[in-house]
């Protein structure tokens, strides 16, 4: 696979990179301008929202697809992605990690039986991490179907903790996932990546691409 990786030189793009060794990086994207060897056939952006709109215009001009994990998204920003998708294939995720994606088929089982209990959200990352709350605690918290308030910390070099906590009068029922490194990231960056590239064109989530 030739690919492209917008924000090489962070901490996700180095992971990208370590997970991506059977593949060839073909392109670069960041502050310092642009770097083509070849035409990628899919591009990866864990950058920023403020690089979005010249992604979407390199996934135009080279006709490739697009995985894209950057957080903090607006309304605005994901029409733009689903624009981009009625013409190449579109993998859009807050969280590119199999266990959070188990987590919210959880969610969306079991909490139209939990209405009547108290719930509430947690999640810790890194103190780099700027976004609060994360992409995912939002995400979280739409499979809920109800609001949650989400508490938000940063702290060390957390990789990403999230924990919903159900509570009533008589007991707590926590339901927790933890990420130990941002391999497991790049690893499911890299399982979008190939989704992509058996597909002509759509908008599709990270947990189409697992399930």
Partial sequence: MNYGLIGHTGQMGKA??????????VYT????????IKRPEVIIDFSNRSALSETIKDCREFKCGLVIGTTALTEADFELLHKLAEEVPV???YNFSPGINLLKLILRQFSPYMKNWDVEIVEKHHNRKK???SGTAIMLQKELGREAKIHSLREGGIPGD????FAN????LELSHRAISRKVFAIGAKEAANFVLKKEKGFF???EVIL
């Fill in 205 to 207: 989530s990270y947990e």
């Fill in 29 to 36: 994207r960041d502050e310092n301008g642009r770097n083509l």
């Fill in 162 to 165: 999230h924990s919903i906590i």
């Fill in 169 to 172: 009068d008589g007991e707590v």
């Fill in 131 to 133: 976004d609060a709350p």
């Fill in 16 to 25: 990208i990179q370590e997970v991506m060794t059977d593949s060839r990086l």
């Fill in 91 to 93: 993998v859009q995720s």
